[in-house]
């Protein structure tokens, strides 16, 4: 590829410039010299004419002088010729070009002591455009040298191929050193603040009594929290959040304090870790189907990943005093929006599978039709949009109070499709995205409500058969929106 020299229409003006300067000094010489050597001779001329004139200008012989005038207004630079009398009177006025006329030379004509007459000889003026004319060859040539230096700079002061390749290293060098500088920034903010959180609780933990402790509670030693501790915990989360403005209104905060009461009771009387049955998986409970790159695959379930955003484990480094109670607020939302959301007549014959609980990977809701004519993959990219906005709700408020909050992704597949949504989500998925893994039959259902799009540069088939939600049509945008404030101020049941 060919580069320009770096300011090339710069230099451009830069070499007109010059030109232009350079005429005009010439201009202004040559009208000098021009100016100087026609005084001489205009003195010249006048002296000439006294002499040749004194007899007839002395008898005032006008015709004479005439005669001998008109010799003179032959000269190209003479314009005019005005003789007059000793008294002052004109005698003969030679030549009339008044647009011409230029500097005048005055003598007087003498006959020894005595005063005979005056000659007056007006030169023309120098023309400005005579002289260009006469200096053509010097004024065409100057422009041709000012050109050919300005298309040797072009070709000259072009980068080298070292250069552009030593400049492409600097801008590289510069951006990832600016990258660095900011992920370095967001990462100490985000320490600061999980500090101030801890310091904060901890002050608060000493103005209280200790309630509860932990046991074991199973055979592989992990460590569970009693239902007294959960409980106590979470009450003293809530009232601090009551204190300082909560992020959302007292009934949201009876509900959630009731589900997690239910939740630590069951987790108390079974002993066991939360997780569905019949799976291996420990952290989402994924069913160990065989996947399926099928896009005509039959399906009549769906499966919808609600995964933390969490690039620097902060979820994990949190003391479980507080991340207890913000895991039961997530899962009350998720469930609430749930329970919100398939009592939509649109939804009409989707069910859910199970109870979705959120641990420090995520959470799973299962969902299916039970009919043909059930919309369970709609259902499952609703129910995916829907939490996105609750979370989103949800995390700026807690920002705004300085306190721990993890935006979330979101990822919706048939239940063939749930590991391989698991890795997409890991590899690919961004903050407060919505990954879809579906058959074409499934893609048919939403493609009516929703706009999407596919991942860019793919470098595996599962990528390269997944979508990302860009977007829904006004009502369904509507109709989430309008599930999300039954959400938010639902009323708790057993207030």
Do not use: C
């Given at each position: 590829m060919m580069y320009l020299a770096p300011r090339q229409g710069l230099f451009a003006i830069i070499v007109l410039v010059s030109f232009c300067l350079?005429?005009?000094?010439?201009?202004?010489?040559?009208?000098?010299?021009?100016?100087?050597?026609?005084?001489?001779?205009?003195?010249?001329?006048?002296?000439?004419?006294?002499?040749?004139a004194r007899l007839s200008l002395e008898n005032k012989d006008r015709v004479s002088l005439s005669v001998i005038a008109n010799r003179y207004t032959i000269e190209q630079d003479v314009a005019r010729i005005?003789?007059?009398?000793?008294?002052?009177?004109?005698?003969?006025?030679?030549?009339?070009?008044?647009?011409?006329?230029?500097?005048?030379?005055?003598?007087?004509?003498?006959?020894?002591?005595?005063?005979?007459?005056?000659v007056s000889l007006t030169l023309k003026d120098i023309s400005k455009g005579e002289i260009?004319?006469?200096?053509?060859?010097?004024?065409?040539?100057?422009?041709?040298?000012?050109?050919?230096?300005?298309?040797?700079?072009?070709?000259?002061?072009?980068?080298?191929?070292?250069?552009?390749?030593?400049?492409?290293?600097?801008?590289?060098?510069?951006h990832r050193e600016h990258s660095r500088q900011e992920g370095q920034r967001t990462q100490d903010r985000q320490s600061a603040g999980t500090s101030m959180m801890d310091n904060e609780h901890s002050r608060v933990d000493d103005g209280r009594n200790q309630a509860g402790s932990q046991t074991t509670a199973n055979d592989n030693n992990k460590a569970t929290v009693s239902t007294t501790t959960i409980h106590s915990e979470l009450n003293a989360y809530l009232k601090e959040q009551q204190t300082h403005g909560g992020l959302t209104d007292s009934n949201i905060v009876d509900s959630v304090t009731n589900t997690v009461d239910d939740d630590t009771n069951r987790?108390?009387?079974?002993?066991?870790?939360?997780?569905?049955?019949?799976?291996?998986?420990?952290?989402?409970?994924?069913?160990?189907?065989?996947?399926?790159?099928?896009?005509?695959?039959?399906?009549?379930?769906?499966?919808?990943?609600?995964?933390?955003?969490?690039?620097?484990n902060m979820l994990e480094r949190l003391a479980p005093e507080m991340r207890m109670p913000y895991l039961a607020l997530c899962t009350q939302l998720l469930n609430q929006a749930l329970v919100e959301l398939l009592k939509q007549p649109l939804l009409l014959g989707v069910s859910a599978?199970?109870?979705?609980?959120?641990?420090?990977?995520?959470a799973y809701a299962e969902l299916k039709a039970d009919n043909s004519h059930a919309k369970v993959a709609l259902a499952g990219v609703m129910l995916g949009k829907l939490y996105l906005m609750l979370n989103k709700i949800i995390h700026d408020k807690h920002i705004e109070l300085s306190r721990f909050a993890l935006p979330v992704k979101a990822g919706v597949s048939?239940?063939?499709?749930?590991?391989?949504?698991?890795?997409?989500?890991?590899?690919?998925?961004?903050?407060?995205?919505?990954?879809?893994?579906?058959?074409?039959?499934?893609?048919?259902?939403?493609g009516n409500h929703v706009q999407v799009q596919s991942l860019k540069r793919p470098t595996t088939v599962y990528e390269r058969e997944c979508a990302v939600f860009d977007g829904g049509n006004d009502a369904m945008i509507q109709r989430l929106a309008d599930v999300r404030n039954a959400v938010l101020m639902t009323e708790s049941d057993n207030q």
């Open positions: 350079q005429t005009l000094l010439l201009v202004i010489s040559t009208d000098q010299q021009l100016t100087k050597s026609r005084a001489q001779k205009g003195e010249q001329m006048v002296a000439q004419l006294i002499d040749e005005l003789i007059k009398d000793n008294n002052n009177d004109v005698l003969v006025p030679v030549g009339n070009a008044p647009m011409q006329q230029g500097a005048t030379i005055r003598q007087i004509a003498t006959k020894g002591d005595a005063v005979i007459g005056s260009i004319a006469m200096q053509w060859p010097f004024v065409i040539g100057s422009l041709f040298l000012h050109l050919l230096l300005w298309l040797l700079y072009g070709y000259i002061a072009r980068p080298t191929k070292e250069q552009i390749n030593a400049l492409s290293h600097d801008i590289q060098d510069l987790t108390a009387a079974s002993g066991e870790k939360d997780q569905i049955p019949g799976t291996d998986s420990v952290a989402y409970g994924f069913r160990s189907n065989p996947s399926k790159l099928s896009a005509t695959r039959a399906f009549d379930s769906v499966n919808v990943h609600i995964v933390f955003h969490d690039e620097y599978i199970n109870e979705p609980h959120f641990n420090e990977k995520g048939d239940s063939a499709q749930a590991d391989a949504m698991t890795q997409l989500l890991e590899s690919v998925g961004k903050k407060e995205q919505m990954l879809i893994l579906l058959p074409n039959s499934g893609l048919k259902q939403i």
